[in-house]
């Protein structure tokens, strides 16, 4: 069985501020990946990133980073100096190697106000 | 990137009527999936297809019913809507890429339909 938590429900930031968006996962499989999704107020889902379980290397892109901790199975995402833009659900999903289907967590809504 | 559709965008209808949900994707992708999502809410999976003909149930029990005559194409389909299907449905498409060994197949997708059944 796999299962993704964001114990996280909602997250209020004022704008500039850091937020830290924690994603904890299970499963047996020893090849996995995981996956971060935005979805502002319009509802589509839009793509962050990925990672695969053989690559714990954090990653940075502008103001979005992510630390990938297989000790921990924990896939943290934060964004730095945050914007009113920002503010969206955010989930995070896993897939096994065996399986195309996504686990999706419950997701956590983040508003950054102004 | 994927580009992947839905229309309707938004549909509003009456209990008992037919209706349903159109999905395309145009970069030839095999694999497509369904989602409900209630507002605020986790997704849901509810069906998915890994090719032409081939269709199978999700993790959610649902009413509706989907078809994949073209690799391009997964409608959804509802024969007599009623107040509990009013969600959000969420369309979305996948491929293995080129990048073996490793293969994300990450997901993407569409814009959603926004479906309210009065």
């Known amino acids: 069985a796999q299962k993704v938590t964001q114990a996280q429900t909602e997250i209020s930031v004022v704008e500039k501020e850091d937020v830290t968006l924690d994603c904890v996962y299970e499963?047996?499989?020893?090849?996995?990946?995981l996956f971060w999704y935005k979805q502002p107020p319009s509802g589509e889902l839009v793509f962050l990133i990925r990672r695969n379980s053989f690559d714990e290397q954090n990653e940075i892109s502008g103001r979005y980073s992510w630390n990938f901790q297989k000790s921990t199975s924990s896939f943290n995402f934060t964004i730095t100096a945050s914007q009113v833009v920002d503010s969206a659900v955010y989930f995070c999903?896993?897939?096994?190697?065996?399986?195309?289907?996504?686990?999706f967590g419950a997701g956590t809504t983040v508003t950054v106000r102004a | 990137e994927a580009d992947i559709y839905q229309t309707p965008r938004y549909l509003v209808i009456g209990t008992g009527k037919k209706i349903t949900l159109e999905c395309s994707q145009t970069m030839g992708h095999d694999k497509m999936y369904w989602y409900q999502q209630d507002p605020g809410m986790e997704l849901h999976l509810i069906h998915y297809s890994y090719g032409v003909n081939s269709t199978e149930k999700g993790d959610l029990s649902s009413e509706s019913t989907v078809s994949r005559i073209r690799t391009e194409h997964f409608p959804l389909t509802l024969e007599s809507a009623r107040p509990s299907h009013t969600s959000q449905y969420l369309c979305?498409?996948?491929?293995?890429?080129?990048?073996?060994?490793?293969?994300?197949?990450?997901?993407?997708f569409g814009p959603g339909t926004r479906l309210t059944v009065l």
């Open positions: 999903a896993l897939r096994e190697s065996n399986d195309y289907k996504l686990s």
């Open positions: 979305a498409s996948s491929d293995p890429g080129t990048r073996a060994p490793i293969s994300y197949n990450e997901q993407f």
């Open positions: 499963t047996r499989d020893t090849t996995y990946y």
